[in-house]
Structures are given as structure tokens and as C-alpha cells.
């Protein structure tokens, strides 16, 4: 299980501490989320020809609608769903 946390301290008391080091857990689950959100986002994408050039459109609520998905699957299966995106 990953648990993602945050802690608010003040400025001065955080330059004090070496930098953290990321878990290859941590790691790991950042770039299933990065690629589910690529895949997603992928999956909107339409190609359109503009004066510059060939361009990629997307709608522009794809963002919130991931999000949106994204949070619900949490909601119902914690982040093991992970274990299923790139694979």
C-alpha cells in the first residue's frame, strides 16, 4: 500500500533538512499515474492542420474529467488499480 502524505513546516526549519529521497515504490507509482494520465489524455486527442503546422486538440475539460476518474478510482480501489496501467 502507498500512502501519500503532506506536512506544513515553516521555511526556515525545512532549509535545515537534507532533501528526501523518492522510494522506487514512490517512483514507480508516479509514472503509472503520469501514464494513465498520457493514455487518457491520448485518447481525446484529435490532429488539426493550422497554418504552423499539424497540431494536436483536446477538449478542454480533459484535465478535470481524468481527475475526476481518477479520483473515483481511488475512492473505490485505493491506488491498486495502478498495478494494472502499463503493464
Not at 20 to 46: C, M, N, P, W
Request: aromatic residues 10%.
Amino acid at each position: 500500500c502507498i500512502q501519500f502524505g503532506v506536512e506544513l513546516q515553516p521555511a526556515a526549519q525545512l532549509a535545515q533538512l537534507p532533501p528526501e529521497k523518492a522510494s522506487a515504490e514512490v517512483i514507480e507509482a508516479g509514472r503509472r499515474i503520469g501514464l494513465d494520465l498520457y493514455e487518457f489524455v491520448s485518447s481525446f486527442a484529435t490532429t488539426v492542420t493550422a497554418a504552423t503546422g499539424n497540431m494536436i486538440q483536446l477538449p478542454s475539460n480533459v484535465f478535470e474529467k481524468w481527475l475526476a476518474r481518477f479520483n473515483d478510482k481511488c475512492r473505490l480501489h485505493g491506488l491498486d488499480w495502478l498495478s494494472s496501467v502499463g503493464n
